[in-house]
């Protein structure tokens, strides 16, 4: 599989890292122990990528050549700080608006929940570390270029950002089925986190403790629920038209 945003070798993976490249994802093959994996391992950590060990014939499979047991992913885009994006949005003098996504792993989602975000005035798409879509080529195409044009914060704990955005004012909504309000009933006039979770396991019950409102998108079908990048769109127009007529 030839990818150009694929690195591989000891060396260059670790003076990738170390130079402060923006890292999706590291690929250690399975066995591997010592120096090397208690330094990814501690980079990890650090600078908050994810690594994952992988079978020796995986690893062949996305790097023929001689990849010493190690390969990472080079980010297409920079990830920002939500400690440093949220003071600048309220500088602005604009009512911050971010949209939180857990468990979404599928990058033709993240893609278009992306373009729908830049769309509506989301100003950061807020991802854990660990369990989601790396920005790869898919998910640029996918999102028609707009993931690269809207703030992507990766935060090691939703729960703990979640706590950050509610001590500063911002209200946090978790989309869950059922709850007892509907998106319609909701304000999302004022600054605003969204929760949305994947269609297959939905949000996590640590997170939805966290949240001040859990919400439901009404349906008629007897389809359990919809799609995360349809219920996204549709969660996101909706606080754009609630502000478009408060203005």
């Not at 309220?90 to 929940?113: C, Q, S, W, Y």
């Not at 986190?193 to 009404?218: C, H, R, S, T, Y």
């Amino acid at each position: 599989m030839k990818n150009k945003n694929l690195i591989y070798g000891r060396h260059p993976v670790l003076d990738a890292i170390n130079s402060g490249k923006t890292i999706e994802k590291v690929f250690l093959m399975q066995g591997t122990t010592g120096p090397l994996e208690k330094e990814l391992r501690k980079l990890s950590q650090m600078h908050g990528f994810p690594m994952s060990m992988v079978p020796k014939e995986k690893l062949q499979r996305m790097v023929p050549q001689n990849h010493q047991g190690v390969a990472a992913q080079i980010g297409l885009i920079e990830y920002k700080r939500i400690e440093d994006v949220l003071p600048f949005v309220f500088e602005k003098g604009e009512m911050p608006l971010f949209l939180i996504l857990d468990g979404v792993t599928d990058v033709r989602n993240l893609g278009a929940i992306a373009r729908s975000a830049l769309l509506c005035g989301v100003h950061a798409i807020i991802v854990p570390s660990k369990g989601t879509a790396l920005v790869n080529a898919d998910a640029v195409k996918s999102s028609a270029g707009a993931i690269q044009n809207i703030d992507i914060c990766r935060v090691k704990s939703l729960v703990t950002t979640i706590r950050y955005l509610r001590d500063s004012g911002v209200q946090v909504f978790a989309s869950n089925i059922p709850s007892e309000k509907g998106l319609h009933e909701l304000d999302l006039t004022g600054p605003t986190a969204i929760v949305m979770g994947d269609e297959g396991e939905g949000v996590g019950n640590g997170i939805l403790k966290e949240v001040e409102q859990e919400f439901w998108i009404p349906q008629i079908g007897d389809t359990n629920s919809f799609n995360v990048s349809v219920a996204s769109g549709i969660v996101l127009y909706e606080s754009m038209r609630q502000r478009h007529l408060k203005s």
